[in-house]
């Protein structure tokens, strides 16, 4: 049996090297300044150091579905990359939220599964062209 040793072989230089680009990603790493929830649109607002701002559909984002709006109000930004609301004890890392994760796994596979439930003419019209060609390819056992 292997002994694993209780630390990784980094070398000084390497620590140095992995401070260096953490510093340099800082000077670019979206910094959330401010946050708010807008009630006419339904939204939440994340505003950057950059000045730009990001809206994210509240329905969207998991534990805030029967949160009131006074709840919702009371958002506050931690360290520049965590949405947090105290009382709905609800929390989202920004950066994730950028990368379109808006929940846990389960969580966003429920939403991909209501938006493969929807029904359009554009998804009639395409199941039809579809079935003109002979219908969804059949899978092949590997």
Known sequence: MTKLKPYADVTDAEIDAAIVRGKIYEQF?????????????????IRFASEIE???????LQGLQSASASE????EVLGGEMLHWESLD???YIPSLLQGVFGTRRWMAEIGRRGGSTRSEAKRAAARKNGRKGGR???VAT
């Open 29 to 45: 790493a979206p910094r959330a300044v401010a946050a708010t929830y807008r009630a006419k649109d339904d939204v939440i607002v």
């Open 90 to 92: 609800v929390d989202h």
């Open 72 to 75: 919702l109000a009371a958002l």
């Open 137 to 139: 390819p059949r899978r």
């Open 54 to 60: 990001v809206t994210l559909p509240r329905k969207r």
